[in-house]
């Protein structure tokens, strides 16, 4: 009986990008349990506020409330009305709209300095990606030349193998932007 041949299978590289996707997780939620560390009392509190008021139990509140005071005001109830002409409502209802406007405010402001960074990192991820391929793309077509094929001479390539100056693009783009809205003005 013949032996049979082994069979040669590729390395199994998930496990080493699963190592890497898990580490970058890792990195960005101790990141995300730093910033929250950070953060100042008054945060805290202005993004619990919003919290709480963007969720349900908040408007059943409200609900509850302001229908229970109308329904009191308007004698429906049969109590006697403390507010008969729900000025005092308006009044509190205005009143709370300013602190919660506020408040989420607040968080927000905090929450677009967070995505700020983020997009900031996204940006310097990209350039440094875009440099590696550049790179990549001269070591490739070297080989291609020195191997003789064909397509090394591909002129589309030499533009391939530019860097990027982020600052021409940006430029292009709000020169883009500015005859956009020269010709579609509002």
Do not use: C
């Not at 009305?81 to 402001?109: C, G």
């Not at 995505?115 to 990192?121: F, I, N, Q, S, T």
């Amino acid at each position: 009986m013949a032996d049979k041949p082994s069979i040669q299978t590729a390395p199994d590289h998930a496990g080493s990008m699963t190592q890497v996707v898990e580490r970058n997780i890792k990195a960005l939620l101790e990141r995300k349990k730093q910033e929250d560390r950070r953060r100042t009392a008054e945060n805290r509190i202005a993004d619990a506020i919003t919290g709480f008021v963007g969720s349900m139990t908040f408007v059943y509140i409200h609900i509850v409330f302001f229908g229970v005071w109308i329904l009191w005001n308007t004698g429906a109830l049969g109590l006697k009305p403390f507010d008969p002409s729900l000025v005092i409502l308006a009044m509190e209802a205005s009143v709370e709209a300013i602190f919660l406007s506020t408040f989420v405010l607040i968080s927000q402001n905090r929450m677009s300095a967070q995505a700020d960074k983020r997009a900031e990192l996204d940006l310097q991820i990209s350039l440094l990606t875009e440099h590696e391929v550049t790179h990549l793309i001269k070591m490739v077509r070297a080989i291609a030349q020195k191997m003789e094929i064909s397509e090394s001479d591909d002129p589309e390539i030499d533009e391939l193998e530019k860097n990027v100056a982020p600052e021409k693009v940006m430029d292009s783009m709000e020169k883009h932007h500015e005859k956009i809205i020269r010709q579609n003005p509002s």
